[in-house]
């Protein structure tokens, strides 16, 4: 354990069994306690195998390469249709992991065997997502928009992608891209300060 960790674990007000439950499962498969994106990380050789996260109405393991698993008990979750490689396994109960743990350490160890065996996925390319009907309609007007747009790094091209197609109405669609078009333009990415 590692205590830099441990203030996660003490200010818990919901899912405290169910996340220390989860903690104990990580470290008893050997891997390496660390602080990352303010939730427990476990690493082995210093690369990301899996975290415990909290919602609402849920706690999670996310497995980091979860797509590359072998699912044979179909307990990955793919977030939303746009999370390409992390899967996660979702608890409400403390229970339900204690059933689990054995599976749950055999996800472990084959997402080690994962990373020592260096797989890699091949992510979506920003040209292979929706270009939502507003942002279209400005990149064909704006002068120097596409051009702002196709500088960006593919992870900004896809945050923006993703960002403008969320809205189910087109009139916020176009409020955002609106809003993004002089971030675009001085090649600012969505969370760009």
Same mark, same amino acid.
């Given at each position: 354990?590692?205590?830099?960790?441990?203030?996660?674990?003490?200010?818990?007000?919901?899912?405290?069994?169910?996340?220390?439950?989860?903690?104990?499962?990580?470290?008893?498969?050997?891997?390496?306690?660390?602080?990352?994106?303010?939730?427990?990380?476990?690493?082995?050789?210093? %690369?990301?195998?899996?975290? +415990?996260?909290?919602?609402?109405?849920?706690?999670?393991?996310?497995?980091?390469?979860?797509?590359?698993?072998?699912?044979?008990?179909?307990?990955?979750?793919?977030?939303?249709?746009?999370?390409?490689?992390?899967?996660?396994?979702?608890?409400?109960?403390?229970?339900? +992991? $204690? #059933?689990?743990?054995?599976?749950?350490?055999?996800?472990?160890?084959?997402?080690?065997?994962?990373?020592?065996?260096?797989? #890699?996925?091949?992510?979506?390319? !920003?040209?292979?997502?929706?270009?939502?009907?507003?942002?279209? #309609?400005?990149?064909?007007? $704006? %002068?120097?928009?596409?051009?702002?747009?196709?500088?960006?790094?593919?992870?900004?091209? %896809?945050?923006?992608?993703?960002?403008? !197609?969320?809205?189910?109405?087109?009139?916020? %669609?176009?409020?955002?891209?609106?809003?993004?078009?002089?971030?675009?333009?001085?090649? #600012?990415?969505?969370?760009?300060?």
């Amino acid at each position: 354990m590692n205590p830099k960790v441990d203030f996660y674990f003490d200010k818990a007000t919901q899912w405290q069994k169910e996340i220390e439950k989860l903690r104990t499962i990580a470290l008893d498969c050997g891997l390496t306690e660390e602080l990352k994106w303010g939730c427990p990380c476990y690493l082995f050789e210093k %690369r990301n195998i899996v975290l +415990i996260h909290v919602f609402k109405e849920y706690c999670a393991f996310l497995f980091f390469k979860g797509a590359l698993l072998k699912d044979t008990d179909g307990i990955l979750i793919q977030q939303t249709k746009n999370v390409q490689v992390p899967r996660q396994i979702r608890f409400t109960n403390v229970r339900e +992991i $204690v #059933k689990l743990a054995p599976t749950l350490k055999a996800y472990i160890y084959q997402a080690i065997e994962v990373e020592k065996a260096g797989v #890699k996925v091949k992510l979506k390319k !920003s040209t292979e997502f929706d270009i939502a009907e507003e942002f279209q #309609k400005k990149l064909d007007k $704006v %002068r120097g928009l596409k051009t702002a747009f196709h500088a960006l790094t593919p992870g900004r091209q %896809r945050g923006y992608l993703l960002h403008f !197609s969320a809205p189910k109405q087109s009139k916020t %669609r176009e409020a955002r891209v609106e809003k993004c078009i002089p971030l675009i333009l001085n090649g #600012k990415g969505l969370n760009d300060l």
